[in-house]
């Protein structure tokens, strides 16, 4: 009788593990299944991202008219404005996003107009953008800061080169250089300023037609270069920065990845360099 007994309790508890087993067996074949799913979709997420974000960056770099030349903590913006790239640009732009968002139902590309080549300097979170393409007669840099130097060279072949006019600036410790020329005079000054104040500097051409770089402090660093018209004006613009971070640029249009079957959304800023 305890012979029986204990049998029974043995072969009891023997059916209660291997149910366990089976039950945990059955968990993980369905624990692995769902993570083989997941990375399968985190991987077409991924390469969507990154093709539709590379083809964006190729077409900003052959069409928008914009130069970047970068190193780990320096970078060099080159643009003709009036920039007459910009409506071919902003063709090629709206016809990928078009066709990729017609093959990819997953797919969003913004398409904000003003900002199509707006530029994002990380990790530093400085930004350059024209104005609106209505008003293509400006150019401006936000959040201004952490600089060892910089220095802003404007050229307009028929303008006439007569004045630096520090209008407005404080003694301080960055270098800024200021490059004003035409095709036959350069004029060239650098002075140590206090990036922490105002400043304003007037490129005087004696035809009233007069450009100006002015720093904006109440408008969280906002350094605004304005009144580039008549005819086209080259400008090179060279930050140097203190940081130990290297940089790189982004768009600021992003691109959009939302799978709400399985409540997965990925958002990505095109890197230039």
């Known amino acids: 009788m305890a012979k029986a ?3 029974t309790i043995t072969f009891f508890l ?9 039950f945990l067996i059955f968990d993980v074949s369905q624990s692995s299944e769902k993570r083989a799913t997941d990375l399968e979709i985190n991987n077409r997420i991924n390469d969507l991202s990154s093709s539709a974000s590379n083809g964006i960056s190729e077409i900003f770099l052959d069409k928008a008219g914009i130069n970047l030349s970068i190193t780990s903590n320096a970078i060099l913006i080159q643009e003709v404005v009036k920039n007459n790239n910009l409506d071919n640009y ?11 968002e017609s093959k990819e ?3 969003s590309i913004n398409r904000n107009e003003i900002n199509k080549t707006g530029l994002i300097i990380m990790p530093l979170n400085i930004n350059y953008y024209g104005a609106a393409q209505s008003d293509n007669t400006k150019r401006f840099i936000s959040n201004l800061k952490n600089l060892n130097n910089f220095s802003i060279e404007i050229y307009r ?14 003694l301080g410790s960055t ?14 000054e650098t002075r140590n300023i206090d990036l922490k104040e105002a400043l304003v500097i ?4 004696g035809d009233g037609e007069n450009i100006e770089v002015q720093l904006n402090k109440a408008a969280s660093n906002l350094l605004e270069i304005k009144d580039l018209k008549n005819e086209p004006v080259a400008l090179s613009i060279l930050l140097k920065f203190n940081t130990v971070d290297s940089l790189k640029v982004f768009m600021a249009n992003e691109v959009t990845i939302n799978v709400p079957e399985f409540d997965i959304s990925k958002t990505t800023k095109p890197r230039i360099v």
């Open 202 to 205: 007037g490129l005087d051409d």
């Open 5 to 7: 007994v204990m049998f």
């Open 157 to 170: 072949s028929n303008i006439s080169v007569n004045l630096i006019d520090w209008k407005e600036y404080s």
């Open 14 to 22: 023997l059916s209660t593990m291997l149910l366990g087993l089976a």
């Open 175 to 188: 270098p800024t250089k200021i490059i004003f020329r035409n095709d036959s005079k350069t004029l060239t």
């Open 90 to 100: 902003s063709s090629f732009y709206d016809d990928f996003a078009s066709f990729v």
């Open 105 to 107: 139902k997953y797919v």
